[in-house]
């Protein structure tokens, strides 16, 4: 692709003192692999050890000794699979959900209103508002406005929409809605940074070939716009699958719809449970790294990464 | 192989303990040689589960100053934003405190700091209030300091039923800083006919509105006295199980829809509840502020009955400074200036009749200072062995996270 074609020339160009360079880089880089190994590294391998331990003999709450207990692994997955497979639907209704409300969107920012630049700009701080905010206080607002007496729900119930008994706070949907509407500025940036980009004379040449606009969405904008497409969903589905403010019962959430990071939660908080915690942390990015380099190989876009 | 058993002095069975562990870990070590060098410095790095720390030297009499950790909104403050009690404490003492709103949950705070105080090292707080339980627990692992009763001489005004409390016989450790109730409320309007059990939460006509609170020993508390147990005294695993499969059934009937701590308030003012298992003070607070629209009472059956405590932090050198602050706060009089401000149940005795002087609508709120009726009605939750409190605490959280 074009950005490809401009790696290579920009790495022609940079040869001559090649010895020199790489040390300088490696001197720049420094400060950055210091940073990785102190903050990432090591707190990684920590949670490795810890998910290995066992507890301890005549052990009080929370005390563990290291013993390579890898029934940990076995023991949670039997206990919290169905929060497991909970978080990582939630996640991908929610990806879906912002990527059907977000392209649309994006694409009225990005292609629609290049020639007024002033409402390109209005839409997109309208999009970015919401980070003035904290998300918190946002996602208690929205239990505010789904709760039981609210008018939303008053009204859904006056036009037959919700049983008389039903309620939105503490379900499912109530924590997919969050999770959507939390992300939804994570789905967007990337797919208008993409489609602002987007040749119009691509889907110009499309038309003249007698696609239909149609066919030259499905054709030729859709393939355009994929790392866009990617990047969003990534951003999206990453850190929805181990949210665990909306799904909090303090927020959106009930007993019947915790997603896996209330489990890791409360069995570090609360159950001071270590290991579970630590072998459920460790599954989870686990899991998310498989998802995520199976649907970006799927997708074919790995010069992104 | 089968262990040995242990010996009961707890000093030689603690270095058996040890010895154990360390000979495990050894084994472990060398069979999972994959993680090496590094395993071997973050495990060096990582507090010993199993050593006592001790007491740091006290230098109180050098450094008059002190920390001092609490909840939010538990101490009287004026409109300045001082604290007008503690301004008084420097001023009689010489010793400068700063408090901070530290605490905003036992278990938070507890993380927080369990590492430095597994190592004894000081964790920038010399005087802790923090929730019955957690004090157990505290005390169980030698976290906190044994208090020289000598330097609380006011210590004689503590409520008589608060002396002998089982985590901490005779209060070496712990005084109690306040108190409250947790009990049934109901918004007046909504529910005109009012509650007055555990067991009337569970009328269908409230299904989905229900709150109970995700405090395991004050929603447990209440359901078990419900069954006729007697949560301060001698209760098992059955008793624990059948309350156990009340709740469950409540929660995934959709009975029970909000089990939450603070964040409950929020609920009773959207109405999203209607009717809860809440704690006194807030409800106290939550009627001034909206209009009255509850109604509180600790059900017949009984209700619990928690304290927060003082306590000194293992790593403190300033022990002394905190013996005196405590001593201070059983002035039955600073005790009724606080209470005016705060809405929970001083300890101090006297306190009533200092309070009287203040405001005489005040010194009859049951809830603020009860009489021997309520009192009767209120309990206090039995400490439980950490094996308990591992398993209890499992069950609770499994009915929360629905699993």
Known sequence: MAFAAFATTAAKSGEPAPRRRSRVALLL?????????????????SLLLTSFQAPSEFGDVGEFNYAFRWENYTEVVGAYLPHILRSFGFAFVATVLALVISYPLAYFIGVSSRRWPLLQSVMLVLVIAPFFISFLLRTLAWKQLLSDESFVVTSLKAVSLLAPDAHLTGTPFAVI????????????????????????????????????????????????????????????FIP?????????????????????????????????????????????????LVVVSFYVKRAGTEELL | ????????????????????????????????????????????????????????????????????????????????????TLEAFTTKTGIKVTYSEAVDDNNTYYGKVKDQLALGQDIGADAVCLTDWMIGRLIRFGYVQELDHDNIPNLANLAPSLK?????????????????????????????????????????????????????????????????????????????????????????????????????????????????IVWSGDIIQLNAENDDRWEFIVPEKGGTLWNDNFVVPIGSSRKKNA?????????????????????????????????????????????????????????????????????????????????
């Open chain 2, 164 to 276: 002998d409390v089982s985590f901490d016989p005779g209060r070496k450790m712990s005084v109690p800083w306040q108190g409250g109730f947790a009990g049934i409320c109901w918004n007046k309007e909504k529910v005109p006919g009012g509650i007055s059990s555990v067991e009337e939460l569970w009328d269908p006509q409230l299904k989905g509105r229900v709150g109970v609170l995700s405090e395991m020993r004050d929603t447990m508390g209440l359901i078990m006295l419900e069954a006729g147990v007697d949560i301060a005294g001698e209760w098992g695993d059955d008793e624990f199980a059948a309350a156990i499969d009340v709740l469950k059934k409540q929660v995934e009937d959709g009975q029970v829809r909000n089990i939450k701590g603070n964040s409950y308030k929020e609920d009773l003012v959207n109405e999203d509840t209607l009717a809860a």
């Open chain 2, 1 to 84: 192989m089968k262990p040995r058993p242990l010996p009961a002095d707890p000093m030689v069975r603690q270095l058996v303990q040890q010895a154990r562990n360390a000979q495990i870990a050894r084994r472990t070590l060398l069979t999972g040689a994959g993680a090496g060098a590094a395993a071997l410095a973050l495990a060096a790095c990582s507090p010993g589960a199993n050593s006592a720390p001790t007491a740091a030297a006290d230098s109180s009499d050098d450094d008059k100053s002190l920390n001092w950790d609490n909840w939010a909104l538990y101490i009287d403050v004026d409109d300045a934003g001082n604290y007008p």
């Open chain 1, 240 to 288: 929805a699958a181990g949210d665990y403010i909306n799904a909090s019962r303090d927020f959106l959430g009930g007993p019947d719809s915790q997603m896996i990071g209330n489990v890791i939660e409360a069995n570090f908080l609360v159950l001071l449970n270590y290991p579970i915690a630590a072998a459920l942390s460790l599954i989870l990015m686990a899991v998310i």
């Open chain 2, 323 to 403: 013996e005196a602050l405590i001593n201070y706060y059983y002035d039955p009089h600073v005790a009724a200036e606080v209470a005016a401000y705060v809405n929970y149940i001083t300890p101090v005795v006297g306190a009533k009749e200092a309070a009287m002087a203040i405001d005489p609508e005040l010194a009859n709120n049951q809830l603020i200072f009860p009489d021997a009726t309520t009192l009767d009605r209120a309990h206090v939750f039995r400490a439980l062995s950490g094996a308990e409190e591992q398993k209890y605490n499992a069950d609770f959280q499994g009915i929360l996270l629905g699993a």
């Open chain 1, 177 to 236: 809605f969050g999770l959507t509407y939390n992300f939804i500025p994570f789905m967007t940036l990337p797919l208008y940074a993409t489609l602002e980009r987007l040749d119009l004379r691509y889907l110009e040449a499309g038309t003249d070939l007698y696609a239909n606009p149609f066919h030259v969405f499905l054709k030729v904008t859709i393939p355009l716009s994929m790392p866009g497409i990617v990047a969003g969903t990534l951003l999206t």
């Open chain 1, 29 to 45: 880089l420094l400060p950055g692999i210091l940073y990785l190994v102190l903050f990432f590294l090591t707190p990684l391998v």
